[in-house]
């Protein structure tokens, strides 16, 4: 059994729609003889560039062990199914059970428009004093006098 981890690109529209999605790619999996370790829903995210007429994807990362003939398998799936967008299968030398850098990234965008809500920055207090005014013919004559 070799291990692999799979980052899916899915169409926005299904993000309401992920756990169907998910049951029904689970059931695809294990058909195959893939073992999923781990799975990281991260949500909608903003492209890079424009894929199908798409500014945003859904996310999910699956961790996955299985036999080497079933990812040949596997990705002509995914080639064919219209809800992913984009996919990428590869090959690890072992899986990787901590939270990912895109998971840890959405995590810490949720937390930070709560804490800049809770936390505001006092207020400056502005001066209404009136300065005195300094023409730059002024002010050059007063350097040179010095």
Do not use: C, W
């Not at 424009?50 to 398998?73: C, R």
């Amino acid at each position: 059994m070799n291990n692999y981890e799979l980052t899916l690109i899915l169409n926005p529209d299904l993000s309401s729609k992920f756990d169907e999605f998910q049951s029904k790619f689970d059931k695809t999996l294990s058909d195959i003889g893939f073992e999923v370790k781990k799975l990281e829903n991260i949500g909608r995210r903003q492209l890079a560039y424009s894929i199908l007429n798409h500014n945003k994807g859904h996310y999910a990362i699956y961790q996955l062990e299985g036999p080497a003939a079933g990812a040949l398998e596997l990705e002509t799936k995914l080639k064919y199914d219209t809800s992913v967008i984009r996919h990428l299968l590869l090959k690890v030398d072992t899986l990787s059970l901590d939270d990912s850098l895109l998971m840890v990234e959405a995590q810490e965008a949720k937390k930070a428009p709560q804490e800049e809500i809770k936390v505001t920055p006092p207020k400056a207090k502005v001066s209404l004093e009136a300065k005195p005014e300094v023409t730059p013919a002024e002010d050059s004559k007063t350097t040179e006098s010095e």
